[in-house]
């Protein structure tokens, strides 16, 4: 299918993007055959795997990410011993946890698959690492990164009863800690791809400095060298690198592992933000309806609210208001 992009990149040009994708490379001496590694759903490269028999090929996202990514796709559902074609999964809510089983009907028997996914998950995510990116199906009860509904079965009715993020989806999160997300419709947005690229490139080059970087100097050079990058990039988040930057004082070198991962996470978590802030920028905000800022005030305080719930699997989930 041939989608249109249609918007041009608020507050920055392709090529301003293109530029800072540049220098941060040409900072970590990148060779150009180093390709940061994204995690794609399957049946938006055009493979045949979903549920009906058929695809989701997306032609913008595969000619964006083949220009500059080692893409790895993954089809969760076929992973884990389904068929193609085979019955429509959902997502239950079943005493506290989600579960992924097959939607009752005519041909399934709501079956529970949560278990197959799961050993899946953990044999398919350990051998794809290390991973810089993830692209995801919307609304897909696998794949889908927000939005996939949640059912209740009570009484003999199925009923929705929240929305969240797909059960692949939420077990990639526990095992890629803050790696930077997108849906296929990000890619519809110039703006929103390049956020994405400028996490995911940030992620290899991290990584490339890993060695380096796991020690109290180590970060505070890395921090550095990148500090008029981060200020490009976004200069609130520039501010908060300094800040953890500077709390290096005091760290004793047995700490410096955990001090190191503070780093890390807040950087990712600035950079995960970009990519849903650009998202977010689509038309401006004079364009956004008082009831749909409203909707995604709300949207923001269950996610505030959900990062304080630690059950597994429960992490992204919120209230169908
Ligand atoms: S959305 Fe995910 S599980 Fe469904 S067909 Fe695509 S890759 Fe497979």
New binding site residues.
């Given amino acids: 299918m041939q989608q249109a992009r249609h918007d041009r990149s608020p507050g920055r040009t392709p090529e301003q993007w293109a530029a800072l994708v540049t220098e941060l490379r040409d900072l970590f001496w990148i060779a150009p055959a180093q390709r940061p590694r994204v995690a794609v ?4 490269l055009g ?1 045949a ?3 009906d028999g058929g ?2 090929r997306n032609d913008v996202l595969i000619a964006e990410l083949a220009s500059w990514a080692e893409l790895v796709a ?5 992973g884990m011993g389904m068929s193609v074609p085979r019955p429509p999964l959902i997502v239950r809510a079943s005493g506290g946890n989600l579960a992924l089983v097959e939607r009752e009907g005519a041909t399934a028997s709501g079956r529970d698959w949560t278990a197959a996914l799961d050993v899946f998950a953990r044999d398919r995510l350990r051998a794809i690492a290390p991973l810089d990116g993830f692209v ?2 919307s609304r ?1 009860p ?3 990164a927000a939005g996939v509904t949640v059912h209740e079965v009570a009484n003999g009715a199925t009923r929705a009863v929240a929305t969240g993020a ?1 059960i ?1 989806v939420c077990r990639a999160r526990v095992a890629f800690r803050g790696v930077a997300e997108i849906e296929e419709s990000g890619f519809a947005r110039e703006s929103t791809a390049a956020a994405f690229r400028i996490a995911a490139e940030w992620s290899l080059a991290w990584r490339s400095a890993a060695g380096s970087a796991r020690s109290i100097g180590g970060v505070a050079r890395v921090h550095r060298k990148l500090r008029d990058w981060w200020i490009a990039v976004a200069t609130p988040l520039a501010r908060r690198l300094d800040r953890v930057a500077g709390e290096s004082r005091g760290v004793k070198p047995s700490g410096a592992g955990a001090w190191a991962a503070a780093y890390e996470q807040v950087a990712r978590g600035g950079l995960r933000a970009l990519v849903g802030v650009a998202a977010r920028s689509r038309g401006g905000s004079s364009s956004v309806s008082r009831e749909t800022r409203h909707r995604v005030a709300v949207r923001i305080v269950h996610r505030l609210a959900a990062r304080h719930c630690t059950k597994r699997g429960l992490r992204s989930t919120s209230l169908i208001r």
């Fill in positions: 759903s399957s049946c938006l493979e795997v979903r549920w695809h989701k993954t089809c969760p559902e076929v995801w199906k897909s696998s794949c889908g797909g692949f």
